[in-house]
């Protein structure tokens, strides 16, 4: 290497006037002619990293002097000088020359290559200097890459690449790689013309015909030219100054550049993963667009099935296409390629919704309607069917709206017509329950999408369901979306407690951000219109003419007995006199419906300050206090009378306990026996109101509704019945399984639970939950506790227990009647076997008397359950006692003999 030495300071020759004091004087360096010697062959036989290169500045005199150092290397394979400027050469190093230059004492600084050089800003300024560093970066990277450069280096200029310089890098990149790829060319150009008449309808327009008769080169030329207009970079700074990109622009750009790299790729083209940025929220038809932009061609409707002959024909008119390629074509699957490669259009059935909707969505909309579906399908297997699709889109957008611009746009077009006649044909027929709730909720989304009459929100005709019946014989109403909200409220009241319909009540709540509402009289008739709907599986047009007679007669019942008061108690009553409708398809003949009509009768619960009222065939039970005092169910229109004839005020009953109660007994132990009175008097009048025997009587009144839990454990209602509201119903009694199935309150939701080895933490068991989650808890004779769970609810349960305690042992599906190891021990299993069920009935009575409802009820369920059991355990049981007796007679009488004889001995003896 050359060795810088400096001379002593000469006087500068022509400074000669002795008068001048000031001295001049410069340094004069000489170079030094020994050199260092090295072997450029060793540097070359290096073997070359993978790893990104390097970027470093050289000064010019150490590389311009023909056989200087840098100059016998510069050819090496992992050196590339890009160009020079200020007296600084910018060199590209591979990452394994380094440390051979550093030992061989070679200069060089490393810098960051998009940086201007200090000497460029004292000359150009700060703000020019750095853009034409941007311009020169990207035009030596471009060079570079455009001269077939090693790989590392193509990675050192992507890594060093800020934003404004990516594009014309990854264009110069995916150009190089086409140029490289000479046997793909055919390829593409007929995969453009492919596309192109895969995205048209028509294949005789001008446009088409132009584009079937351009050659190979023709159609590359768009190409050339697209590149050479993106890859350019302005190289005066003034231009530099105007050349900024929005970063939406640069993502389109982006984006345009990525459907090109997949598209050389399907064709066999290089594959690079660092230019796969496609952007979602782009729709088929827009990328579509821009492929074909290349040829000058407008599509209108996204890449689709077609007609692989007529399509065969048309290729056959195309020079790319002689008729040898011709006879061996699958279009068919060259058409899957195209959509499975590139974002150009949808599979045959791939959403199975209107074509005009799945046209204008993007693909990022188009991915998260796709796992809505799927979502919605997983818990409702049963309504899994194509024509369903489109129903659970029109709901799903209700909750996260991700389309509404789309669904706005088609609601007014021809197509969401087709739809809406198809949904009002489908409401008319009989359907299960969960497809009726779809059908009802998807036709109120659909009518949602356009925008309502502020002043339709009230019935045109005598009520909603009149206007709903209207509405299904295809007649326009200005109040429709306001009849379907109605409907889909009615639904909403009456399936939400039908089994195996929560879920899809849950959903349709969720849908429209409503909770069903409690029963408005004003209402009812809709309720009777959707309950004989969901009960015996009929369509509209049967069902709407039980509804009328159901409501005229009411009506009717009403006009003998008018009450104005809110509170009412359904009566279910059955009428011979429509006993004789019936509907009959091809198939078969089915009774309509049972023949029960239901009156709406107003009672009240009132307080008397008399011991003893009168009977009378307007009041259905009555209750004597301890404070000799009564508590009467009476017919409201009969208050008055009642009032004349006792001479007496009769007060509104409060269901809460008083406070000398409270002071004496505790609330807890007050509330109890309030809750037993008030139900005992309830079920008084059921149990002997010979009117009622064919049907249920349902309170519900504000105070006397909060015991309907309790009432279904305690009275049963025969399979016959069909009461109006399935929330509260009672319960069917199956007298050969000896077991309660309630309706509304369903017992197999509710396992129970055994808990051991709780310890201390016993007396935070009440915290755990809700009454609805543990109904109670109940301590065992083993120090166990004994708790009857909601099987949902079992989970959380278990995470809480184990963490406070992680040795309890928790024992779900617990068997009441299956004795311990303990009692087994203690008592040999056959008797344990038979006291164990004694004591989990004298437990379920216990409960029953004073337990809250829910509670009452589950253990009412599980005792009846467990009648013909002890009646069998009471045979082994009485079978075992003679046993053991007979054993102990045998005994005594063995003894008796041997003292006998004992005695006879002791005689002798003496």
């Keep these: 290497m050359p060795a810088f030495n400096s001379t002593p300071s000469t006087l500068i020759p022509g400074v000669t006037n002795p008068l001048d004091r000031e001295i001049l004087v410069r340094n004069v360096v000489e170079q030094n002619s020994q050199r260092t010697l090295f072997d450029a062959g060793e540097l070359i036989g290096t073997l070359l990293s993978d790893r990104p290169w390097r970027f470093y500045h050289v000064p010019a005199d150490q590389i311009e002097p023909t056989e200087s150092d840098w100059d016998q290397i510069r050819s090496a394979p992992g050196i590339h000088v890009a160009g020079s400027s200020y007296g600084i050469y910018r060199v590209a190093v591979n990452d394994s020359y380094v440390p051979w230059l550093t030992s061989n004492g070679f200069k060089f600084q490393h810098v960051d290559p998009v940086e201007s050089v200090n000497k460029e800003e004292s000359v150009q300024g700060k ?104 890859s350019a970079y302005p190289r005066n700074s003034i231009a530099n100054c105007e050349a900024g990109m929005e970063s939406a622009q640069i993502a389109a750009e982006f984006h345009r550049l990525s459907l090109f790299r997949c598209w050389l790729e399907i064709l066999g083209g290089k594959r690079d993963c660092r230019q796969h940025k496609i952007d979602q929220r782009y729709t088929a038809i827009a990328n579509a667009n821009i492929i074909s932009s290349l040829v000058g061609i407008e599509v209108l409707k996204p890449f689709e099935i077609f007609d692989p002959q007529r399509m065969l024909d048309a290729l056959s008119k195309s020079p790319l296409f002689p008729n040898n390629t011709i006879c061996t074509l699958d279009v068919v699957k060259m058409g899957t390629q195209m959509m499975t490669g590139l974002p150009i259009g949808f599979p045959k059935e791939y959403l199975d919704i209107p074509l005009e909707i799945q046209r204008r969505l993007n693909f990022e909309q188009v991915g998260m309607i796709h796992a809505q579906i799927a979502h919605f399908y997983r818990k409702h297997p049963s309504l899994q069917m194509p024509r369903n699709n489109i129903l659970v889109l029109l709901c799903w957008n209700s909750i996260t709206p991700s389309a509404s611009q789309v669904l706005n746009k088609w609601a007014a077009s021809i197509d969401s017509w087709t739809l809406y006649q198809r949904l009002i044909k489908d409401i008319q027929d009989s359907q299960s329950k969960e497809q009726l709730i779809l059908t009802l909720g998807a036709l109120l989304c659909y009518r949602r999408l356009s925008p309502p009459d502020p002043n339709a929100n009230q019935p045109i005709n005598s ?40 879920k899809m009540c ?23 219109y959707w309950t004989r709907r969901v009960r015996d599986g009929l369509g ?65 619960l009132v307080y008397v300050c008399l011991p003893k009222v009168p009977p009378h065939r307007d009041i259905l039970s009555t209750v004597i206090l301890p404070n000799d005092s009564s508590v009467v169910v009476v017919r409201k229109s009969y208050v008055s009378t009642l009032e004349q004839d006792l001479d007496t005020r009769c007060f509104p009953y409060n269901v809460e306990p008083s406070r000398e109660d409270v002071e004496l007994l505790g609330l807890v132990e007050a509330q109890h ?162 006291l164990k069920p004694v004591r989990f009935r004298n437990r379920a009575e216990c409960m029953v008397s004073e337990s809250w409802p829910k509670a009452a009820a589950f253990y009412a369920d599980l005792r009846m359950g467990l009648e013909k059991e002890m009646i069998s355990l009471g045979y082994k049981e009485m079978h075992m006692y003679e046993k053991e007796e007979q054993e102990e007679e045998d005994l005594v009488e063995e003894i008796s003999d041997k003292s006998w004889v004992m005695v006879q001995t002791l005689q002798l003896q003496s």
């Design 673 to 834: 026996r309030k809750v037993d009175a008030l139900a005992r008097m309830l079920v008084d009048p059921m149990l002997r109101d010979t009117r009622l025997d064919n049907g249920l009587w349902i309170c519900t009144d504000r105070v006397l509704h909060l015991f309907t839990t309790w009432l279904r454990g305690v009275v049963a209602q025969s399979k016959t019945d069909s009461p109006a509201f399935p929330e509260q119903t009672g319960i069917e009694d199956d007298r050969e399984l000896g077991r309660i199935q309630m309706h509304g309150y369903n017992f197999t939701l509710y396992t129970l639970v055994r808990v051991s080895y709780l310890g201390q933490y016993a007396q935070y068991l009440d915290k755990l939950g809700n009454l609805d989650n543990i109904l109670s808890i109940v301590e065992l004779e083993d120090e166990s506790w004994e708790l009857p769970v909601r099987k949902s609810y079992l989970p959380m349960l278990k995470n809480m227990l184990h963490k406070v305690v992680p040795k309890c042992i928790i024992e779900p599906g617990s068997d009441p009647t299956e004795p311990s190891a303990k009692e087994v021990e203690e008592f040999g299993y056959e008797r344990a076997r038979i």
């Design 463 to 502: 009520s909603y369901l009149a206007d709903f019946d209207a509405i299904l014989n295809f007649k326009y109403l200005s109040n429709t979306q306001t009849v379907f909200e109605h409907m889909v409220l009615s639904v909403l009241r009456i399936f939400s407690t039908v089994q195996d319909s929560e």
């Design 127 to 230: 703000c020019t200097a750095p853009r034409n560093a941007d311009a020169r970066y990207i035009q030596d990277a471009i060079r570079a890459i455009s001269s077939g450069c090693p790989q590392g280096l193509v990675l050192a200029y992507r890594n060093h690449a800020l934003v404004r310089h990516k594009l014309p890098i990854e264009w110069t990149i995916l150009w190089r790689d086409f140029e490289c790829a000479i046997h793909i060319r055919t390829k593409l150009a007929q995969s453009l013309v492919f596309l192109v008449l895969g995205c048209c309808d028509d294949y005789n327009t001008p446009d088409v015909l132009a584009l079937l008769g351009k050659d190979e080169a023709d159609l590359l030329q768009g190409f050339r030219y697209l590149y050479r207009q993106l």
């Design 540 to 604: 509209h047009s049967d069902v709407l003419k039980m509804a009328e007679l159901d409501n005229l007669m009411a009506t009717l019942d009403l006009e003998k007995e008018p009450t104005t008061d809110e509170d009412w108690v359904l009566v279910s009553q059955w009428e011979e006199s429509v006993s004789s409708l019936c509907v009959s398809d091809d198939k078969h003949r089915m009774s309509p419906f049972p023949s029960a009509v239901f009156h709406l009768e107003a009672y009240k």
């Design 506 to 528: 849950q959903f349709l709540a969720s849908v429209f951000h409503i909770q069903p509402l409690v029963l408005d009289p004003s209402h009812e008739i809709s309720d009777l």
